[in-house]
Protein backbone atom coordinates (compact mmCIF):
# COMPACT_ATOMS: atom_id res chain seq x y z
CA UNK A 1 0.00 0.00 0.00
CA UNK A 2 1.05 3.76 -0.85
CA UNK A 3 1.01 5.58 2.20
CA UNK A 4 1.69 9.27 0.04
CA UNK A 5 0.13 9.74 -3.24
CA UNK A 6 3.09 12.10 -4.58
CA UNK A 7 5.68 14.22 -3.60
CA UNK A 8 3.67 16.96 -2.63
CA UNK A 9 1.76 15.24 0.26
CA UNK A 10 5.05 13.40 1.11
CA UNK A 11 6.43 16.81 1.64
CA UNK A 12 3.59 17.79 3.64
CA UNK A 13 3.45 15.10 5.85
CA UNK A 14 7.20 14.39 6.80
CA UNK A 15 8.39 17.90 5.70
CA UNK A 16 6.27 18.71 8.80
CA UNK A 17 7.53 16.08 11.08
CA UNK A 18 11.13 17.43 9.98
CA UNK A 19 9.86 21.10 10.96
CA UNK A 20 8.38 19.78 14.49
CA UNK A 21 11.88 17.73 15.32
CA UNK A 22 14.21 20.63 14.10
CA UNK A 23 12.18 22.63 17.04
CA UNK A 24 11.79 20.27 19.71
CA UNK A 25 13.90 20.35 22.78
CA UNK A 26 13.30 16.84 23.72
CA UNK A 27 14.70 15.60 20.05
CA UNK A 28 16.78 18.15 18.21
CA UNK A 29 19.56 18.95 20.79
CA UNK A 30 20.56 14.71 21.06
CA UNK A 31 20.54 14.55 16.68
CA UNK A 32 22.54 17.84 16.59
CA UNK A 33 25.44 16.16 19.30
CA UNK A 34 26.70 13.94 16.45
CA UNK A 35 27.38 16.75 14.40
CA UNK A 36 26.14 15.59 10.91
CA UNK A 37 24.83 16.16 7.80
CA UNK A 38 21.76 13.25 6.78
CA UNK A 39 19.77 13.17 3.85
CA UNK A 40 16.89 10.60 3.30
CA UNK A 41 16.10 9.94 -0.21
CA UNK A 42 12.61 8.79 -1.17
CA UNK A 43 11.33 6.59 -3.71
CA UNK A 44 7.43 5.81 -4.12
CA UNK A 45 7.18 9.03 -4.40
CA UNK A 46 10.38 10.78 -4.58
CA UNK A 47 11.52 13.42 -2.54
CA UNK A 48 14.78 14.55 -0.56
CA UNK A 49 15.16 15.47 2.56
CA UNK A 50 18.60 17.09 4.24
CA UNK A 51 18.89 17.65 8.11
CA UNK A 52 21.87 19.43 8.67
CA UNK A 53 22.62 19.22 11.93
CA UNK A 54 26.28 20.15 11.63
CA UNK A 55 26.30 23.79 10.63
CA UNK A 56 24.32 26.04 13.30
CA UNK A 57 20.48 26.80 12.34
CA UNK A 58 19.25 29.71 10.11
CA UNK A 59 15.91 29.79 11.91
CA UNK A 60 15.42 31.31 15.27
CA UNK A 61 14.42 28.92 17.57
CA UNK A 62 15.12 25.56 15.73
CA UNK A 63 18.68 23.38 16.62
CA UNK A 64 18.99 22.21 12.96
CA UNK A 65 18.22 22.85 9.94
CA UNK A 66 15.88 21.02 7.15
CA UNK A 67 15.84 20.89 3.63
CA UNK A 68 13.39 19.57 1.19
CA UNK A 69 14.93 19.14 -2.06
CA UNK A 70 18.13 19.19 -4.01
CA UNK A 71 20.98 20.84 -2.36
CA UNK A 72 24.69 21.76 -1.76
CA UNK A 73 25.07 20.40 1.28
CA UNK A 74 27.70 17.37 1.69
CA UNK A 75 25.61 14.79 3.50
CA UNK A 76 27.80 12.56 5.89
CA UNK A 77 25.09 10.10 5.67
CA UNK A 78 22.57 9.33 3.35
CA UNK A 79 19.34 7.00 3.45
CA UNK A 80 17.95 5.66 0.86
CA UNK A 81 14.39 4.06 1.02
CA UNK A 82 10.90 4.03 -0.09
CA UNK A 83 8.46 6.65 1.04
CA UNK A 84 6.09 3.59 3.17
CA UNK A 85 9.43 2.44 5.07
CA UNK A 86 9.60 5.93 6.26
CA UNK A 87 5.97 6.29 7.28
CA UNK A 88 6.39 2.66 9.09
CA UNK A 89 9.74 3.47 10.92
CA UNK A 90 8.29 7.03 12.05
CA UNK A 91 5.81 4.97 13.70
CA UNK A 92 8.40 2.52 15.17
CA UNK A 93 7.46 -1.08 13.67
CA UNK A 94 10.51 -0.79 11.29
CA UNK A 95 14.00 -1.64 12.94
CA UNK A 96 16.70 0.19 11.71
CA UNK A 97 18.94 -2.48 11.91
CA UNK A 98 17.05 -5.07 9.93
CA UNK A 99 15.90 -2.64 8.09
CA UNK A 100 19.61 -2.34 6.61
CA UNK A 101 20.21 -5.80 6.68
CA UNK A 102 16.76 -6.65 4.33
CA UNK A 103 18.17 -3.62 1.83
CA UNK A 104 14.59 -1.97 2.60
CA UNK A 105 16.65 1.07 3.88
CA UNK A 106 20.31 1.65 2.00
CA UNK A 107 22.95 3.43 3.91
CA UNK A 108 25.70 5.19 2.62
CA UNK A 109 28.84 6.83 5.51
CA UNK A 110 29.26 5.73 8.79
CA UNK A 111 26.58 3.19 10.41
CA UNK A 112 27.88 3.87 14.15
CA UNK A 113 26.80 7.52 13.58
CA UNK A 114 23.37 6.79 12.75
CA UNK A 115 22.79 4.00 15.53
CA UNK A 116 23.77 6.46 18.10
CA UNK A 117 20.99 8.71 16.36
CA UNK A 118 18.41 6.21 17.59
CA UNK A 119 17.74 6.47 20.91
CA UNK A 120 17.27 10.36 20.42
CA UNK A 121 14.66 10.28 17.60
CA UNK A 122 12.57 7.33 19.85
CA UNK A 123 10.18 10.37 21.09
CA UNK A 124 9.14 10.32 17.37
CA UNK A 125 7.48 6.95 17.61
CA UNK A 126 4.59 9.25 19.47
CA UNK A 127 4.75 11.98 17.85
CA UNK A 128 4.71 10.94 14.48
CA UNK A 129 1.11 9.88 15.02
CA UNK A 130 0.20 12.69 16.80
CA UNK A 131 1.03 14.62 13.97
CA UNK A 132 -1.35 12.73 11.40
CA UNK A 133 -3.85 13.25 13.88
CA UNK A 134 -3.53 16.79 14.24
CA UNK A 135 -3.70 17.34 10.36
CA UNK A 136 -6.63 15.02 9.49
CA UNK A 137 -4.58 12.21 8.57
CA UNK A 138 -6.08 9.44 10.77
CA UNK A 139 -6.77 7.55 8.32
CA UNK A 140 -2.35 6.90 7.84
CA UNK A 141 -2.19 5.77 11.63
CA UNK A 142 -0.65 2.57 11.48
CA UNK A 143 -2.28 0.45 14.48
Known amino acids: MAYFKDEAELLQIIGTLYDRIKLD ?10 KIVIQF ?10 IDAANPPTQPGAY ?16 SMKAD ?6 HGKINL ?9 IA ?4 PKI ?11 TLYPKL ?9 VLK
Not at 25 to 34: K, L, Q, S, W
Open 25 to 34: ARIAPRICEG
Open 41 to 50: RYEEPKGIAT
Open 64 to 79: CDVVWGETSLKPNVEM
Open 85 to 90: IAHQFW
Open 97 to 105: MVALTRRQI
Open 108 to 111: KGPI
Open 115 to 125: LRLLPAVEPVY
Open 132 to 140: LREIGREDL
